[in-house]
């Protein structure tokens, strides 16, 4: 039987952002932001020689975003006080943090001049800008199509251009943006060839809300919050036979700051990630899901291999670094890197824990959720078999004595008795020194991950002599 736990934070998030009217849940708008913007002045000199074309002054030009929730799901671009000799000159183009492109104006306008037009794009708009004369407005992004051969920009400007704002949506909006203007056309020596975006431009985005946001102090690094999350799981019946954590929505602006560590209600402490997926290639707001049989992330690559969109990608837990240590109130390591397997045989019921850290400043992400997703069994009633397979010869002079034993079920614990002492927690190898002379007797009992205890403890018996 499989069944999918989420945290509590899932039904926080819904009385947060939604309202209940006549028993129709509302979602709330999506969080509204605008960047700072850049209004540093865009400049495209006239050309000096019939060579080349013009790049801006400012090739790019930039505006960097931090601590914004959630992942895009709308963006408008603001251009103020565009001038040009000839409007159909003026290639535009805005890159996002993750690196995508889309072309904002190309061949618009006429050959006539523009002036001082204030020009927001905007996929919602009702037109491109027009093939002839232009005016300050809202506008879609706009080709007209004037001239058949796609325009190239010169590098450093992305080569693959998108030709809608959407396909920056699911993005994280973390990190810096470029705008890209290029005057396309030499027209050497007349003296009109160059323009200005005089106040620069501004990006407005829109995301969506999350409930998980990494780190809570947005300018920094550290915990996010919750943090802890937590997931409690009650009133099940079996014990596991399988596991996956599934992290919703996962963003991040630079993936290999994330340190993400699952606590299970029985203690067993199990790295679901640390300084995984590079930096290169952001997470889009995907569904990750781990589970010890699916391939490990990258150490340095992209992790956003899968589906378009909000299709699921599947990975092992990878740690890179497993003796990255969390903050308080995370229990100290070490950590199990991978080993989800170790919670097999175990009582799913009790709080879950995820902590989740940013370890390094500068970044910023979130998640809309994490789950647990579990296959169950029958309760394992077999308790293991417990070996001694080393000990000391009898007789021997030795005040020393070492033992070495194992259980026929992995993930077994033991407890050890020397003589009439207490039992006591212990594992292999075991040594005890400064023994008395006279007749010793050793005992090691094991017990599994379901709590089967073995009733028949090994022993081992020798004597010690002058």
Not at 259 to 281: N, R, Y
Not at 312 to 317: E, L, Q, R, T, V
Not at 379 to 401: E, H, K, N
């Amino acid at each position: 039987m499989k069944t999918t736990h989420r945290s509590r934070s899932a039904t926080a998030l819904t009385l947060a952002i939604g309202a209940t009217l006549s028993g129709v849940a509302t979602a709330a708008p999506d969080n509204a932001v605008s960047a700072p913007g850049n209004p540093q002045a865009i400049i495209i000199d006239a050309p000096t020689n019939a060579d080349t074309a013009q790049k801006a002054n400012h090739y790019p030009s930039t505006t960097t975003m931090w601590g914004i929730d959630g992942p895009i799901t709308d963006v408008n671009v603001d251009l103020n006080q565009v001038t040009h000799g000839f409007g159909s000159d003026l290639d535009i183009v805005l890159k996002s943090p993750a690196g995508t492109a889309v072309l904002l104006v190309s061949d618009s306008c006429g050959a006539g001049p523009v002036i001082q037009n204030y020009w927001t794009i905007d996929d919602e708009a009702a037109s491109q800008l027009p093939g002839s004369q232009c005016a300050s407005g809202s506008w879609k992004p706009s080709n007209p199509g004037l001239f058949p051969t796609p325009d190239i920009l010169p590098a450093p400007a992305p080569l693959s251009l998108k030709h809608s704002l959407s396909a920056f949506n699911g993005e994280n909006p973390n990190g810096t943006w470029q705008l890209f203007v290029h005057d396309d056309t030499n027209r050497f020596p007349n003296g009109a060839d160059h323009g200005v975006v005089l106040q620069g431009f501004r990006v407005i985005i829109e995301t969506a809300s999350q409930s998980i946001v990494v780190p809570a102090d947005a300018d920094g690094e550290g915990p996010a919050t919750p943090y802890p999350l937590t997931i409690p799981v009650s009133g099940r019946s079996g014990v596991i036979e399988d596991v996956a954590v599934n992290l919703h929505g996962i963003g991040h602006s630079r993936p290999d700051d994330l340190d993400i560590l699952l606590v299970a209600p029985g203690g067993q402490k199990i790295w679901l990630m640390s300084d995984a997926c590079g930096h290169f290639a952001p997470p889009l707001g995907k569904t990750w899901r781990l589970n010890d049989r699916d391939p490990a992330m990258s150490d340095n690559g992209n992790c956003n291999l899968g589906g378009a969109g909000g299709g699921g990608i599947n990975f092992a837990p990878t740690a890179y670094e497993p003796g990255d240590v969390m903050p308080a109130p995370a229990p100290a390591g070490p950590y199990s890197t991978g080993l989800l397997r170790s919670l097999y045989g175990t009582n799913p019921n009790g709080d879950w824990k995820v902590y989740i850290n940013d370890d390094f400043a500068a970044h910023s992400g979130y998640l809309s959720d994490v789950s647990l997703s579990f296959e169950l069994g029958a309760p394992d009633a077999t308790a293991p078999d417990t070996t001694i397979t080393a000990g000391p010869a009898s007789p021997t002079r030795s005040r020393s004595a070492a033992f070495s034993f194992s259980a026929t079920e992995n993930g077994s614990t033991f407890q050890c008795k020397l003589d009439d002492r207490a039992w006591r927690a212990c594992t292999s190898p075991r040594s005890y020194a400064r023994l008395a002379l006279g007749r010793h007797v050793f005992r090691v009992r094991a017990t599994d991950l379901a709590g089967n205890r073995d009733a028949t403890s090994a022993t081992w018996t020798w004597r010690i002599r002058n």
